[in-house]
């Protein structure tokens, strides 16, 4: 699997773009909080990781914004989705102390605000949501 490198800043005319910027009082208020964003990334260049080695890609965000409330709890449940197309395991399982963090329970009465994982196939259907879950989402097509 080839790597992928991240370059980590916005030029000033794109600081609008940069919704982390909206967070930055709860980043260092929080520093081992967990934030669910979304964003959009672009090629921006390759490296050499070595004689004879693939080239490596660097991407740059052309966009990012931080999710909260309902659209965080759908923002989780898209990635895991996307994590187990790639044979990965939930986000949760994967995070040492996934429990721990009131970012990631829910704020209702809850499996998740239980600190209980929330275990594919045991009929939780996810985040409850007035919006339309994303076709895409479901398994059974």
């Known amino acids: 699997m080839t790597a992928v490198t991240i370059?980590?800043?916005?030029?000033?005319?794109?600081?609008?773009?940069?919704g982390l910027e909206t967070i930055a009082e709860?980043?260092?208020?929080?520093?081992?909080?967990?934030?669910v964003v979304v964003g959009i990334v672009q090629f921006a260049g390759?490296?050499?990781?070595?004689?004879?080695?693939?080239?490596?890609?660097?991407?740059?965000?052309?966009?990012?914004?931080?999710l909260t409330a309902d659209a965080a709890d759908q923002g989780r449940q898209i990635l895991d989705?996307?994590?187990?197309?790639?044979?990965?395991?939930?986000?949760?399982?994967t995070l040492f102390?996934?429990?721990?963090?009131?970012?990631d329970q829910?704020?209702?009465a809850g499996p998740a605000a239980s600190g209980e994982p929330i275990i594919p196939g045991t009929g939780?259907?996810?985040?409850?949501?007035?919006?339309k879950r994303d076709?895409?989402?479901?398994?059974?097509?």
């Not at 102390?97 to 970012?103: E, F, I, K």
Request: aromatic share 4%; proline share 9%; glycine share 8%.
């Open 7 to 18: 370059s980590g800043t916005f030029n000033k005319d794109e600081r609008p773009n940069n």
């Open 26 to 35: 709860d980043l260092i208020g929080n520093q081992l909080g967990r934030h």
């Open 46 to 66: 390759a490296s050499m990781a070595g004689p004879n080695e693939p080239l490596v890609p660097r991407v740059k965000f052309l966009a990012i914004e931080p």
């Open 81 to 93: 989705q996307a994590r187990k197309l790639r044979g990965l395991g939930l986000i949760a399982e």
């Open 97 to 103: 102390d996934a429990a721990a963090d009131p970012v």
């Open 106 to 108: 829910a704020d209702d």
């Open 124 to 131: 939780d259907d996810g985040p409850v949501s007035e919006r």
């Open 135 to 141: 076709e895409w989402l479901d398994d059974q097509k």
